[in-house]
Nanobody, 124 residues
Framework: QVQLVQSGGGSVQAGGSLGVSCAASGRTFSSYLMGWFRQAPGKEREFVAAITWRGTGTYYADSVKGRFTISRDNAKNTVYLQMNSLKPEDTAVYYC?????????????????WGQGTQVTVSS
């Protein structure tokens, strides 16, 4: 009932910036939390950031604090992730996800819907 379509990403040199966006359609109202996860080849999918549709709650993994910013545009049903000061270790496929109810925000199993993924590549 909820579909997430991602855009943005790309390739950049270390220290540069990229952005990714996630547009939600369907029963967006039922989504309590929007999150960003990333997965590099051969590694587990890991939590990056999350934001609530109501209020101003934002959450970040320690590895991206101070560099990444998550935001939302409720009118467009879109969540954004601005990535600054990128490092090669940030290279991964980035996924947006939606949780219908209050989840363990860093847990993959707490999210109900997922975007298709967007490649982010950072070269040294």
């Amino acid at each position: 009932q909820v579909q997430l379509v991602q855009s943005g990403g790309g390739s950049v040199q270390a220290g540069g910036s990229l952005g990714v966006s996630c547009a939600a359609s369907g029963r967006t109202f039922s989504s309590y939390l929007m999150g960003w996860f990333r997965q590099a080849p051969g590694k587990e999918r890991e939590f990056v950031a999350a934001i609530t549709w109501r209020g101003t709650g934002t959450y970040y993994a320690d590895s991206v604090k101070g560099r990444f910013t998550i935001s939302r545009d409720n009118a467009k049903n879109t969540v954004y992730l601005q990535m600054n000061s990128l490092k090669p270790e940030d290279t991964a496929v980035y996924y947006c996800a939606a949780a219908a109810t209050a989840p363990i925000r860093t847990s993959i199993s707490s999210y109900d819907y997922w975007g298709q993924g967007t490649q982010v590549t950072v070269s040294s």
